[in-house]
């Protein structure tokens, strides 16, 4: 089968190979890739700017997907051939810990995902473990599926801030995971502000579309809402950019929520004096726990046609560089890739 394989975490040493299809043990499943979606870390990985164990390399990139089951070992009850499924990309964990004990794999510092530590699913088929999937009805399309695990992503961190309708909650960063946040937010009913930059006009005019109320990228975003009179009650952080980090805290209110859900390979300044002064509650939000998971599922079946909103192209693995490239130089919409189209 094809595979995109990442053989340096140096940054670049990526190639399109044919790889043996993955042998499945009892507990585990084969699934045939239908759509896989870059995601920001498999760009950074790309790129060189995160960090991997050199002990897995070479290794199958990607995280994101949507499959049909086409194998399961003697043990699995949990799926049938034929089942689409999803997955959360953690394929191994202590299983012992309270985080695990409690379904918070993200948090137990055993855990391995499949992408970064084990192959993952650029490309034809994948290997996974049972406890690992979901099931995906009939009622979500294969495009729609390949979405809900950055979905989930968003959901924890608009579910960790307590969002009221009567809100004003300010979106920075339009990346995928910021426009599926800022999609989740409007499910509260809140009033939703995305802001970018003017390299971001594309994105913000797809958060139009999704609901977002209103959209900036003029750079002076505190002049405009204090002009109008807007009050910013919750801070969902989707670049991980420290000038948005700090564009955030400005703009929230005294007793506000900021939740730092954008991720970033370099350290970030912050000021804890204006936390401390405002009173502010400051969380951070990584990947998704199980119970996200089920809701995600749940709320795409709603959703599904502004979610597609944000996929820009398909494309087949053989063109994976041209994706990361695009994806490089616009930050996104998503792409998918189609590993078994023709």
Same mark, same amino acid.
């Given at each position: ?178 426009? #599926?946040?800022?999609? &989740? ?6 009033? @939703?502000?995305?802001?970018?930059? !003017?390299? *971001?006009? +594309? ?95 749940? #709320?795409?079946?709603? &959703? ?6 944000? @996929?820009?192209?398909?494309?087949? !693995?053989? *063109?994976? +560089? ?21």
């Amino acid at each position: 089968m094809e595979g995109i394989i990442l053989h340096d975490s140096q940054g670049k040493m990526v190639t399109l190979e044919n790889i043996e299809i993955p042998q499945i043990e009892e507990h585990q499943l084969l699934v045939q890739v239908k759509r896989a979606g870059i995601c920001g870390t498999d760009l950074k990985l790309y790129t060189g700017n995160y960090s991997v164990d050199n002990d897995v390399l070479p290794v199958v990139l990607g995280h994101e997907f949507i499959g049909e089951v086409v194998a399961i070992g003697d043990k699995v009850n949990k799926a049938r051939v034929g089942d689409r499924v999803v997955a959360q990309p953690t394929y191994s964990t202590c299983d012992q810990c309270r985080y695990c004990l409690r379904g918070e794999f993200t948090l137990c510092n055993k855990r391995k995902r499949i992408g970064f530590d084990s192959n993952g699913v650029f490309a034809e088929f994948a290997k996974l473990n049972e406890n690992q999937i979901y099931l995906v009805p009939d009622s979500i399309s294969d495009d729609a599926g390949a979405l809900i695990e950055p979905l989930t992503v968003a959901v924890r961190g608009a579910y960790k801030a307590n969002i009221q309708p009567t809100d004003t909650v300010l979106v920075t960063g339009p990346g995928s995971i910021g426009l #599926l946040t800022a999609l &989740v937010a409007k499910q509260f009913g809140a009033t @939703v502000i995305v802001s970018g930059t !003017l390299a *971001d006009a +594309e994105r913000l005019e797809i958060a139009t579309k999704l609901g977002a109320d209103m959209t900036d990228m003029s750079g002076d975003l505190p002049t405009l809402l204090q002009k109008k009179g807007i009050t910013v009650d919750v801070v969902l952080e989707c670049s991980g950019n420290s000038n948005a980090v700090d564009l955030g805290l400005n703009l929230l209110r005294p007793k506000g929520t900021f939740v730092q859900i954008g991720t970033s390979s370099k350290k970030l300044n912050v000021s804890f004096m204006d936390i401390a002064y405002k009173e502010l509650k400051v969380t951070g939000s990584i990947g998704a726990f199980k119970e996200d998971w089920y809701t995600t599922i749940n #709320l795409m079946e709603r &959703v599904q046609s502004k979610a597609l909103l944000i @996929v820009k192209k398909f494309l087949p !693995l053989k *063109d994976f +560089e041209k994706g990361f490239e695009e994806c490089l130089q616009n930050g996104g919409p998503k792409i998918l890739f189609t590993p078994n189209s023709k």
